[in-house]
């Protein structure tokens, strides 16, 4: 008889928040010229993970999230996100949160995290409970009626995040949330994110620039190459949780930034 670990398991299902990528090609036509921005991705996020997405400026993040977020369509290969294709937008399955809080000025704080809701016809009384719910979870409880030029960067990046969640999806997508913040509300800006993820069990894939905050946010960091970008590196951010500042100068942390500068130096 065989032994049981080399049986093949029938394949589970996968759980609510997983994304597979799988040989991910893009290529932008134009008439002048085509443009390979994506070349042969495969990635596979488990559920809850937070991995971190770096590489240089132009090399397809941006793309390879839209992608995920269902707002674009790959010219090649196959993604999925709790298992199944994505070919539009799906706020139950994915939230998105981009580098500007893209707040609409004459809606409130509650209005803005209601917006995705209401596009959706969901009642008032229901729309008004969930985004009460969501800025709480982002610290903003009592802000609701509070238009975007009353708050600051880091409050508008929270409403942006709690639109989000507001659908309560399980996967959320953040393309360089904190870039435009200073660098005191960016690192409480990270630490509030991961309160927010350990909260929720969320997926989370985040784009960043800041080697030092892909590191200290991420379970596992993704490196990509220069256009057409490719995965060029992945390291397993080992370092225990809840992270601490102390940790940013020790030896694990200073060789996982060097290992991710090396590459991305190469590709400048
Ligand atoms: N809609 C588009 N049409 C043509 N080229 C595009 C389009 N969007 C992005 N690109 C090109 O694809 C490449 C990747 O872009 P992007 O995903 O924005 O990179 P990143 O986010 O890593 O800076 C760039 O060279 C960019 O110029
Ligand atoms: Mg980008």
């Known amino acids: 008889m065989q032994p049981l670990a080399n049986i093949t398991p029938l394949k589970a299902p996968p759980r609510a928040g997983s994304i597979q990528v799988s040989n991910v090609g893009q290529v932008f036509r134009s008439s002048k010229q085509d443009v390979v921005a994506l070349e042969n991705i495969s990635i596979d996020i488990k559920p809850g993970r937070f991995v971190v997405l770096v590489g240089p400026s132009g090399c397809g993040k941006s793309t390879l999230l ?76 009592g802000f609701g009626k509070q238009h975007p030029h009353e708050l600051s960067g880091g409050m508008k990046q929270r409403v ?27 690192m409480t800006m990270g630490d509030e994110l991961l309160r927010i993820w350990g909260a929720t069990g969320k997926t989370v894939v985040f784009v960043t620039h800041s080697l030092t905050e892909a590191v200290y946010l991420a379970d596992e960091v993704l490196v990509m190459s220069a256009r057409p970008g490719q995965i060029v590196d992945r390291l397993q951010v080992t370092l225990p949780r809840p992270r601490t500042y102390d940790m940013l100068s020790g030896d694990v942390f200073g060789t996982l930034r060097d290992r991710i500068w090396r590459h991305i130096r190469k590709s400048a």
Do not use: Y
């Open 66 to 141: 839209m992608m995920m977020a269902g707002l674009r369509q790959q010219t090649s290969g196959s993604v999925l996100v709790n298992g199944a294709p994505i070919d539009k937008p799906d706020p139950d399955r994915v939230g998105v949160v981009f580098q500007e809080a893209s707040l609409f000025p004459w809606l409130t704080a509650e209005e803005n995290v209601e917006f995705p809701l209401t596009l959706r016809g969901t009642p008032k009384a229901e729309r008004r409970a969930k985004a009460q719910d969501a800025l709480k979870l982002v610290g903003l409880d």
């Open 160 to 186: 942006s995040i709690a639109r989000g969640l507001v659908q309560d999806p399980p996967v959320l997508l953040m393309d360089e949330p904190f870039a435009a913040l200073d660098e005191q509300t960016r």
